[in-house]
């Protein structure tokens, strides 16, 4: 259980709105989109994680999911299309001690920094990606992403698609991620929990989830509303923790097999390079020192 | 500020520029660099990956050169001073986040060995053909800095001035090398840290609720906070207002592109580093750059010899464009004489700034040597005969 009344928050705020600008809203997505709800249960993840809001990073790539970074009230980081998680790691690297949330889309992420994924997950560079897979690109108009499934209509197949589809899961635990899960919008406690859990978690971890796009896909593909969505979600979703990867992947219509599927120890990037250094060098070796920006500060 | 001695290599050095960018690099307190292999510029981060773990920092070997070009930004934001270092091809991929730090802000250096093109081109001979892309090559209208060394000696001092200039405006600057100065070797002094002037970052000292991420205070640069600091900042390379917030109108898109041209061209004759030699007398300029600056002193000195009135400008700093003065000179000289390793590009900028004033002679090489020094001594030739 979410342990959201602990925390002695206003009782007349949403629990979640300390974690959310709400200077910047309304936000921009649809009706009916998950966005905003995988949002709500990754700020549910924070309030159950206690983690240090201060260290924490936040960084999206281009598209609907591109836009959370402009909605956390956290530091976080709108980057260019495709290049979240490298700008994500080299912010890791120059400042250890953040803790580096990476959450974007699934064309953002798999398609044109779909290179990004799988050498960060073969690096084991100590990132949270989290990302929100639509199985289309929407901010767009919703055209085929490299995650629509077969025969579904997108606006670049009007036709139905017919090129295989990533089973994202699949791939970053084969690139080397050590934690990976994915559940739905209508799963919002155990997202919550995944999240959380991936805090708990030094290395590369990977939460995708699954979430509607009712203006575009849905539409096009003759499935309702958000609301139906959720109904086919809480219907033909298949809790398997565990589940081999390979086994995942995504149908137009069919089921959605969910949970926690890697859960594994490796060491991660700066440990690695750390160990290293220390064999290599001995004493010459100087880690990055903790950043002391305030005395070098020349402006008034 | 003075350089941290952790990173300085105070002493007499035989070295190429290649080597003497990374110690610039160092002295300059750049702390973290992404890169990915590419000739003739590798050496640079060979270098650094050597050295860096022994002056607490990091460099990253990325996957490609979209990676590395952002990942150094990721780094600045985290606190570090960062650069990367490409060539031709790889200069072509970073073009994206060239607009994106120029449009955030960002500081951070690029290096770009030039080698010829276009495409994969002449990867191990030299060429000067990327002068235009360094200015231009990402979408939009903003501002950045050039710089073009010629010697060793050069790629360790303009390396420093390249960070500072980076962090003093807040600006994307191009570190225009070219494959004869990366890859050759001479004498490089570097001096005791304490002889190095090194310009930090233009930190906030504001509180968190007195904290606008872009707001400016009469000088056009806004103070920078870092993650993790507790400012709760929001970076965008969106259209955004004061707040960093993204900002879709007409309005604010005209305030920020107009700030982020003016805070450059408002500090245009600060920037502008040109060496002049012999300008009192002369009626034909020699304007070079890099390694074409040392072939043309060959043809002034010959020039002089023969008694013509040649003098020498050349350009340091390549953007922004010294545009006045070689408007000044153009008021008084005949000639312009214009050699660079392509086949035209900053000799148009001269053409512009001389404004019909006084002709213009290009001495174009499509790259893969040097020129004869008797290409440019004709051209000078024939410049005063005019």
């Given amino acids: ?300 | 500020m003075k350089a941290d001695p952790h990173g300085v290599l105070t002493g007499t050095h035989f070295i190429d520029g290649d080597h003497a960018c990374c110690e610039g690099a160092l002295a300059a307190g750049a702390r973290f660099a992404a890169g990915y292999p590419i000739t003739p510029s590798t050496e640079i981060v060979e270098r650094f990956a050597a050295r860096v773990p022994t002056v607490g920092g990091t460099f990253i070997q990325m996957e490609d050169e979209l990676a590395a070009s952002i990942a150094l930004q990721g780094g600045v934001w985290g606190g570090a001073k960062a650069f990367t270092v490409t060539s031709g091809p790889g200069f072509s991929l970073m073009m994206e986040h060239i607009g994106y730090a120029a449009m955030t802000e960002t500081p951070c250096v690029f290096v770009d060995v030039q080698r010829g093109g276009p495409s994969t081109g002449l990867p191990t001979l030299p060429a000067q053909a990327d002068m235009m892309q360094a200015r231009w090559g990402s979408h939009g209208d903003y501002q950045i800095i050039a710089l073009c060394p010629n010697s060793p000696q050069e790629c360790f001092d303009l390396t420093i001035r390249a960070f500072n200039f980076a962090e003093e405006f807040r600006v994307p600057v191009m570190f225009m090398m070219d494959e004869v100065v990366g890859h050759m070797t001479e004498k490089v002094v570097i001096p005791p840290a304490d002889q190095i002037e090194v310009t930090p970052r233009k930190h906030t000292r504001k509180s968190v609720e007195d904290y606008l991420p872009y707001g400016t205070n009469g000088d056009q640069v806004p103070e920078m906070a870092h993650a993790g600091e507790g400012y709760k900042f929001h970076v965008t390379g969106l259209t955004h207002d004061e707040r960093g917030y993204p900002n879709m109108t007409p309005a604010v898109q005209d305030k920020l592109v107009r700030r982020l041209q003016s805070k450059i061209q408002n500090a245009t004759e600060r920037i502008c580093l040109v060496e002049e030699d012999q300008l009192d007398d002369a009626e034909i300029v020699v304007i070079s750059y890099g390694i074409t600056s040392r072939v043309a002193q060959r043809a002034i000195d010959a020039a002089r010899s023969r008694g013509l009135r040649v003098g020498k400008l050349r350009l340091i700093t390549a953007w922004p464009f010294p545009e006045k003065i070689i408007a000044e000179l153009a008021a008084h000289i005949k000639a312009f004489v214009v050699p660079e390793l392509n086949l035209g590009q900053m000799v148009h900028e001269v053409e512009r700034a001389a404004h019909g004033k006084a002709k213009t002679y290009a001495v174009s090489h499509a790259g893969g040597g040097v020129h004869n020094p008797d290409e440019i001594l004709n051209a000078i030739v024939e410049a005063s005969r005019c």
């Fill in chain 1, 1 to 300: 259980m979410l342990n959201i009344l602990d925390n002695k928050l206003d009782d007349t705020l949403n629990p979640v709105e300390p974690f959310l600008r709400s200077d910047r809203m309304p936000h921009i997505w649809c009706p009916g989109c998950g966005i905003g709800t995988a949002v709500n249960s990754f700020a549910r993840a924070l309030i159950e994680s206690k983690i240090d809001l201060e260290s924490l990073a936040l960084v999206s790539g281009i598209g609907c999911t591109g836009r959370v970074a402009g909605y956390v009230k956290l530091d976080s980081f709108h980057t260019t299309h495709g290049r979240a998680i490298p700008f994500a790691t080299g912010l890791k690297l120059a400042n250890p001690k953040l803790n580096v949330v990476v959450y974007s889309g699934d064309g953002d992420l798999s398609a044109i920094g779909g290179n990004h994924l799988i050498h960060a997950a073969r690096r084991n560079i100590d990132l949270k990606v989290i990302c929100v897979n639509n199985l289309i690109y929407a901010m767009t108009g919703g055209q085929t992403a490299p995650t629509t499934p077969g025969h579904a209509i997108t606006s670049t197949n009007p036709y139905g698609t017919f090129e295989p589809a990533f089973n994202l899961p699949h791939l970053v635990e084969a690139a080397g991620a050590v934690y990976v899960a994915r559940w739905t919008t209508f799963h919002v406690r155990q997202l919550a929990r995944s999240i959380s859990e991936a805090f708990s978690k030094k290395g590369f971890s990977f939460i995708e989830v699954i979430s509607p796009c009712p203006t575009l896909y849905q539409r096009r593909n003759k499935m309702g509303d958000g609301l139906d969505t959720m109904k086919y979600y809480k219907e033909k979703s298949r809790i398997r923790h565990g589940a081999p990867t390979g086994e995942v992947g995504l149908t137009l219509n069919g089921d959605i097999v969910v949970g926690k599927f890697v859960d594994r120890d490796r060491p991660d990037y700066q440990t690695m390079m750390r160990a290293q250094y220390v064999e290599s060098l001995g004493e010459r070796y100087i880690e990055v020192p903790e950043q002391e920006s305030e005395t070098e500060c020349v402006c008034g």
